[in-house]
């Protein structure tokens, strides 16, 4: 949604990492359900009324400083190109910069321009997840 601090975040021409989790983390989906909020006192971790998704999971740092969620994951860096707004969601158009594997199998779809191979879906190949209505988050 527009109203999340997420989208502000990824204003036109500023770079992310969209994080493609293995099969094998779907436990993990839920702590990406809420939103991160800062600690009063600048202070990493989780202080009071502080919670940040990433505290406790193995990150890396893609070429732009953004984190890339690790092991098991598949990542792009891409950088905003646009966005078009409907009603209360916003869609991002984004150019892939850069994009690689952390230990995953290189079986499935090839990616031929960025040099890398994506598992097929499977125990050990991303989550697809597609929601039967609109209804329910």
């Known amino acids: 949604a527009p109203s999340r601090g997420l989208a502000a975040a990824i204003a036109a021409g500023t770079p992310f990492v969209v994080n493609l989790l293995a099969e094998g983390q779907r436990g993990m989906v839920g702590r990406f359900g809420r939103p991160a909020t800062p600690a009063k006192d600048g ?76 598992p097929t879906a499977g125990a050990d190949g991303p989550i697809v997840h597609i929601r039967k209505n609109g209804l329910r988050y």
């Open 43 to 118: 202070q990493a971790g989780q202080g009071e009324g502080r919670y940040d998704p990433f505290d406790g999971l193995a990150v890396e740092r893609a070429p732009c400083g953004a984190a890339i969620i690790g092991p098991g994951s598949a990542w792009l860096e891409c950088v905003a190109a646009g966005d078009v707004t409907v009603t209360d969601h916003r869609i991002v158009v984004a150019l892939v910069r850069s994009a690689g594997c952390m230990s995953l199998p290189t079986a499935g779809m090839s990616l031929p321009t960025a040099g890398m191979s994506l």
